[in-house]
């Protein structure tokens, strides 16, 4: 009975046959990179010192760091080039080998701070949801015009609102209230941060 062919990892720190790129990452250029060709599918070349470049279909060469620390291999993405420089690359690329150096686990306070960012992209969006959602001043006057504008509303007294009405409270409310509490920066006031002082002041100055 056969046994089944177990595929062997490959290793990340090995260069492999004909690669073209410099054993040193410090002689890494930028005509170096330019010259990687894309294939149909993507392809890792390992430089030296644990840096790797993976060539994807779209051109895009990422740059991986791997290392070993407390005994397990670890990848971490450095960034990717064209969108950052080689410069820039190289210089985070030295300061991940710095702290791997020091004892620190990069790939894992990488992924810290991934979570951290999108933990605090979460609470903008569901702030921005929030505000989106929120009865304002304007929301609560173009509701009200809607309402008294309908030929079917009825006031207080159980009559339709005349065309005057109507006129009359639209050329308040478009002219006097929106205006009064529309915000610097755009959009209106909370309703909820209406005061009834604020109210009386307005009324004061009218």
């Known amino acids: 009975m056969s046994k089944k ?6 290793n990340p720190f090995k260069r492999g046959e004909n690669n073209p790129l410099p ?3 410090h002689d890494l250029k930028d005509k170096h990179l330019q010259n ?11 430089v030296g010192k644990g840096l790797i ?18 005994g397990r291999a670890r990848v971490v993405t450095v960034g990717s080039y064209p969108k950052n420089s080689l410069a820039v ?10 702290d791997v150096d020091s004892g620190k686990d990069v790939a894992s306070a990488a992924l810290a701070e991934k979570e951290a960012q999108r ?6 969006r569901a702030e921005k949801r ?3 959602d929120a009865l304002t001043v304007e929301k609560l006057a173009m509701l009200y015009l809607a309402h008294i504008e309908d030929p079917d509303s009825e006031n207080s007294r159980g009559r339709p609102y005349s065309p005057q009405t109507v006129r009359g409270y639209k050329n308040h409310l478009l ?7 529309r915000l610097e920066g755009g959009g209106s006031t909370l309703i909820e941060d209406v005061k009834r002082k604020d109210v009386k002041v307005w009324l004061k100055k009218k």
């Open 36 to 46: 990687l060709k894309p294939q149909d599918k993507q392809y890792d070349l390992t």
């Open 130 to 132: 929030k505000k989106a």
């Open 53 to 70: 470049l993976r060539v994807r279909p779209t051109g895009n060469i990422s740059f991986r760091y791997a290392y070993h620390i407390n």
């Open 89 to 98: 690359l190289r210089a985070k690329y030295q300061l991940m080998v710095d």
């Open 119 to 124: 933990s605090e992209a979460n609470k903008v």
């Open 175 to 181: 002219n006097h209230i929106i205006p009064e509490y």
């Open 23 to 25: 054993p040193d990452p």
């Open 5 to 10: 062919a177990v595929k062997k990892e490959e």
